[in-house]
């Protein structure tokens, strides 16, 4: 890549870590907003679960919508709106004007990220789309370990209202830098919500969009009530507790890097593999969580396949859809982002009814069934895809023997 390139990739790790911070600092911040704000914890969470559901409704819309537009200025404006949107949140005196503020920074997020992958897609050489890519994505996990941590101890420090001042402040860094390092000349697609929307209408994307929601909710389903499983099932001092959240952090940023190189060699053919694996690794915390060294274990190697797939699939729905509806590409950028907020809410729901009904330890084995449905709908795809590429194979050999026979 030259400098330009390197810059930009750069560019495009800050914007995805800035936006990660502004969206999971609120889950550091849940106690002090529902006591300055005088509401129940559970009404605080729902901040949380709205802004999940904003995303996961409004990007793939407002995406399509907004695709025409030539990306530089786009991304500038929606850059724009984010710092608007965190300034709301950060002088909101009332739930009402947070929860609106959330629910817009939701949804400009999404298609911000749409963005950010569609724009590496066209800038990089084919080669480094997967490594970039992966790069990107590294920007959330990041987020996790080093913003949110900062963004809530600002919180605790400050008040929560300036945790959102301090991620208005980094959406200012990200608005300059975008203005610096993104390309002129990357024009939108011109093309109706409607036609857009016809990239649902294939069977195959909706299979595949399933793919990464799985695997992220077999994980998340654990990882939700992990806190409680570290105190409860593995008996670590709640004085501990943050550190091994630090640890899945750590170990998680060389899953979406590994994700990366996955991408570049056929990872299609290989993530069924990857969450089977995923699926083992899981249910093993069931057998491992005996042992406060064995849990870790278990933990750790969870957090190195959690992001395996990331790279893969996004490369996955940028291709198809160049191949097939052309016009819906920049929606299909948005998909992966899309599809893994649906599997953080699906897991979550599924981790609340087994802590509910089950014991704690039987999110271990229930998270690993559904990473079995994921590699099962992989393996699904992996086959219509090899047959896909056989019967083109077929009609350009056909085709090429005709051309021959014509000639002799």
């Given at each position: 890549m030259n400098k330009q390139q390197k810059l930009l990739t750069f560019n495009l790790f800050l914007l995805t870590f800035v936006l990660g911070t502004s969206e999971f600092v609120m889950v550091g911040l849940l106690t002090e907003v529902a006591e300055d704000m005088k509401i129940a914890i559970s009404a605080a969470g729902s901040l949380v679960s709205a802004f999940a559901l904003?995303?996961?409704?409004?990007?793939?819309?407002?995406?399509?919508?907004?695709?025409?537009?030539?990306?530089?200025?786009?991304?500038?404006?929606?850059?724009?709106?984010?710092?608007f949107g965190n300034m709301i949140t950060a002088i909101s005196g009332s739930y009402g004007l947070l929860l609106a503020s959330r629910v817009i920074t939701a949804v400009v997020t999404g298609v911000l990220i749409g963005l950010a992958m569609a724009v590496a897609s066209e800038t990089m050489p084919p080669e480094k789309r997967g490594p970039v890519i992966s790069i990107i994505f590294t920007g959330f996990t990041v987020a996790s370990v080093l913003g949110v941590p900062l963004g809530t101890s600002i919180g605790q420090w400050g008040g929560w209202h300036l945790s959102y001042w301090f991620t208005t402040l980094l959406g200012i860094v990200s608005l300059l830098a975008s203005y610096a390092t993104i390309p002129k000349g990357l024009k939108g697609a011109r093309s109706s919500l409607k036609k857009q929307l016809r990239l649902f209408a294939y069977p195959r994307i909706v299979l595949a969009f399933f793919i990464p929601a799985l695997s992220i909710g077999a994980t998340y389903s654990v990882y939700t009530y992990l806190a409680p499983l570290l105190q409860d099932v593995l008996l670590v001092p709640a004085q501990y507790i943050s550190l091994v959240f630090l640890l899945y952090g750590v170990v998680s940023i060389f899953s979406t890097l590994i994700g990366g190189k996955l991408a570049a060699r056929h990872g299609t053919g290989k993530i069924r593999f990857v969450f089977l694996a995923q699926a083992v690794i899981l249910a093993s915390l069931f057998v491992s969580s005996g042992s406060l060294v064995g849990g870790l274990i278990s933990i750790s190697c969870m957090a190195l396949v959690v992001y395996l797939m990331n790279s893969t699939m996004q490369l996955y729905f940028i291709d198809w859809a160049g191949r097939h509806v052309p016009e819906a590409r920049d929606l299909a950028s948005s998909l992966t982002s899309v599809s893994i907020n649906v599997g953080i809410a699906m897991g979550s729901a599924l981790g609340g009814f087994v802590t509910t009904n089950m014991k704690l330890i039987d999110l271990s084995w229930s998270g690993g069934i559904v990473a079995v449905l994921a590699a099962v709908l992989a393996f699904i795809n992996y086959r219509l895809e090899r047959g896909d590429r056989s019967a083109s194979a077929f009609k350009e050999e056909k085709g090429l023997s005709g051309q021959y026979g014509e000639s002799m």
């Open positions: 904003s995303f996961a409704i409004g990007t793939p819309i407002f995406t399509a919508l907004f695709s025409r537009f030539s990306k530089r200025p786009l991304i500038l404006a929606l850059i724009g709106v984010f710092i």
